[in-house]
T-cell receptor, first 110, second 115 residues
Framework: DQQVKQNSPSLSVQEGRISILNCDYT??????FLWYKKYPAEGPTFLIS?????DKNEDGRFTVFLNKSAKHLSLHIVPSQPGDSAVYFC?????????FGAGTRLTVKP | ETGVTQSPTHLIKTRGQQVTLRCSSQ?????VSWYQQALGQGPQFIFQ???????GRGNFPPRFSGLQFPNYSSELNVNALELDDSALYLC??????????????FGPGTRLTVL
C-alpha cells in the first residue's frame, strides 16, 4: 500500500544547476508534506515542509511545490552543491499517520 | 542540547527471539515515533507515543509494542522475531504530540539482523 511514491531512485546533476526531486501521493487526507535528507549512517534530517493549503514554500536554496489536483509535490534545489548529495525522502502525514516514499539518491557532481 | 540517541547501534537475533530497542528523546520533546526502514525502502511508521500513551499506529502486528517513560524516553519491543523484521529501526522525537510530526528529529537508528 504505497501511498507516497518517489519514482526516481536516483538523480545526478552538475554543481550550480537545479535539482528537481518529485513525489506523488494517493491519499487525499494528507494535510502536510515534508522532505527529509539522509546521509549514510545518520537518521533523516528535516529539510522543508508545506501545508496542504499552500502551493509553495521557500527556504533559501530549497523550494517545495505542491499540486493538490495532481497529488504531486516537488523539491527544487537551486543552485545545487556537492554537499547536497544525499538520499531525499518525501513524506506525507494525516493526523495520526506518517508515510514516506522510498527515497531518491541525489548526486551533485563538482 | 542533547540529540536523539538510540541503543544498541547493531543487534543480531535469531528467529523467534524477542528484542528491545531503546530511544532517548531530544531535550524538551514529549513525543516519540518509531519507524522501520527496510533496505532500499523509506521509513515505515510503526507507532507514536505522546505523554506515555500510544497516539497513532501504522500497519504493524501486535507483536510490535512500545513504551514511553515519564522522562519521555521510549522502548520498542518486538516478539517472535521473523526474518522480515531485519531492518533499520529509527526513533524520532518532537514536541506537541496529538499527531504532531512536524520537525521530527531522528536518531541514527538501530540495525537489527534476524537470522
Amino acid at each position: 500500500d504505497q501511498q507516497v511514491k518517489q519514482n526516481s531512485p536516483s538523480l545526478s546533476v552538475q554543481e550550480g544547476r537545479i535539482s528537481i526531486l518529485n513525489c506523488d501521493y494517493t491519499n487525499s487526507m494528507f494535510d502536510y508534506f515534508l522532505w527529509y535528507k539522509k546521509y549514510p549512517a545518520e537518521g533523516p534530517t528535516f529539510l522543508i515542509s508545506i501545508s496542504s493549503i499552500k502551493d509553495k514554500n521557500e527556504d533559501g536554496r530549497f523550494t517545495v511545490f505542491l499540486n493538490k489536483s495532481a497529488k504531486h509535490l516537488s523539491l527544487h534545489i537551486v543552485p545545487s552543491q556537492p554537499g547536497d548529495s544525499a538520499v531525499y525522502f518525501c513524506a506525507a502525514r494525516t493526523h495520526n499517520d506518517m508515510r514516506f516514499g522510498a527515497g531518491t539518491r541525489l548526486t551533485v557532481k563538482p | 542540547e542533547t540529540g536523539v540517541t538510540q541503543s544498541p547501534t547493531h543487534l543480531i537475533k535469531t528467529r523467534g527471539q524477542q528484542v528491545t530497542l531503546r530511544c532517548s528523546s531530544q531535550s524538551g520533546h514529549n513525543t516519540v515515533s518509531w519507524y522501520q526502514q527496510a533496505l532500499g525502502q523509506g521509513p515505515q511508521f510503526i507507532f507514536q507515543y505522546y505523554r506515555e500513551e500510544e497516539n497513532g499506529r501504522g500497519n504493524f502486528p501486535p507483536r510490535f509494542s512500545g513504551l514511553q517513560f515519564p522522562n519521555y524516553s521510549s522502548e520498542l519491543n518486538v516478539n517472535a522475531l521473523e526474518l522480515d523484521d531485519s531492518a533499520l529501526y529509527l526513533c524520532a522525537s518532537s514536541s506537541g504530540g496529538g499527531g504532531a510530526y512536524n520537525e521530527q528529529f531522528f536518531g541514527p537508528g538501530t540495525r537489527l539482523t534476524v537470522l
